[in-house]
């Protein structure tokens, strides 16, 4: 009982378990997290709506924790956060836009918040969708196609006048997505439908040079002798990001969650498991084939239930910050996604088979992966599709019929005739 008087004793959490059960999440899992926050509030000595951003580490400070409590215990915090975004004062805090004051935008995020979405992504949304509403000057609920194309036109035309190309694919699909994504919420009809999103082309990504990742991991060799622990820790995990990126595929967010006890080793291959990877929060964990010399790696320098992360609170963002000043302070200019083209055009070059790179690489669509190889593949590519709708459209069954590209040889002239 003592228990249940914590969870619920608090009028706020209480409100915030009442919306989290509304929106179908289980009892067991909302009462969890409510018991994370109110944990955290009572060790840190302020109220639920007082917590700071960085009250995992502060609670967990000077004691240990599994990493499954650490994580746990965030993901509680970034929903809490969400939630108080209702509050001026907590929506500066948590990132919502400061003049987001439509009443069906607000309910929207909490919902999202409520529907397990991470802050960050609740963050992107509701700016999105904001920017849409506040230059429509309508209520959210009553966007049209109309209000969405004439928002595109004006803000290419903006784009222009500054020098620019205009505005990109990226912006405009995150644009669409957000307010397709509040469409179906309130039950409206979809503001963006028929409009083309992005183009067919993709997004193109530079792979590392060789030599410029050989530096970095060796800096990171280099560093991981130092005798200042939180330097020798943080080029520990820089060392393993540059492994598991460069020679696994992984994405920058994935390899936060990675311990050496989800390696598995059968026959002469290692892998491992994703946990909660992009796009499958719903969906078995997947597992990633890896080199020999990543597996033996995290084993020997970390342990086993241990995440490369160096700390609780990072994710996607502040990690991908971290490592890009790292790397920059090592005078190299890099990224995650070149380190992920680096392991497409890998992959690409020993098998020439596009296909299998973007399932190795687990993208949705090819013309994603197309991005990461474009560079290797600029007329392989031609001659591979074309090869592969001329097969498909040769009947397999006869074995005489000459592959249509492929046309018929003619027959040898007698040397006499030539």
Known sequence: ?????????H??????????LEAGHGEDAVKGWARCVNAMSVRL???????????????FAGRTAAPTTIRNYTKALQGWLAYCANGLGERRRTGLPMNMDDPDLLAWA????????SQNTVNGYTRCANRVVKHSGKPARELTASD??????????????????????????????????????????????????RGSDSVRHVPIHREDLK???????QEAESENDQTAAMARTMRAMLLLMSGAGLRISETLRVSPHHLRHEGMEWSLRLVDSKGRQDLPDVWQPVPEAVAYYLRANFEPYETIAPYADWNGNKASLAFCGWTLKHGVVTSAHKLRAFYATDLYRRRQD?????????????ETTRGYIHHVTSVEHRTTMNDLMNDLITPRHDQNIIPLRRPAAEPLRPAAEA
């Open 148 to 197: 969405v194309t004439q928002f595109f036109t004006d803000a290419q035309a903006r784009s222009r006048a500054q020098g620019k190309k205009g505005v990109t694919r990226s912006y405009r699909a995150a644009l669409m997505t957000a307010v397709r994504s509040f469409a179906k919420w309130k039950g409206m009809e979809d503001p963006t439908k028929g409009m083309k999103s």
């Open 11 to 20: 009028p706020a959490i209480q409100r915030w378990i009442n919306a989290r």
């Open 354 to 366: 596009i296909v299998w790179v973007q399932t190795m690489m687990r993208h949705k669509k090819i």
């Open 215 to 221: 530096t970095l991991l060796f800096r990171a060799e």
């Open 45 to 59: 000595m302020v109220e639920p709506a007082d917590l700071p951003v960085d009250a995992v580490r502060q609670h």
């Open 1 to 9: 009982m003592a228990a249940q008087r914590n969870v619920t004793g």
């Open 110 to 117: 909490v919902f999202l918040d409520a529907d397990g979405m």
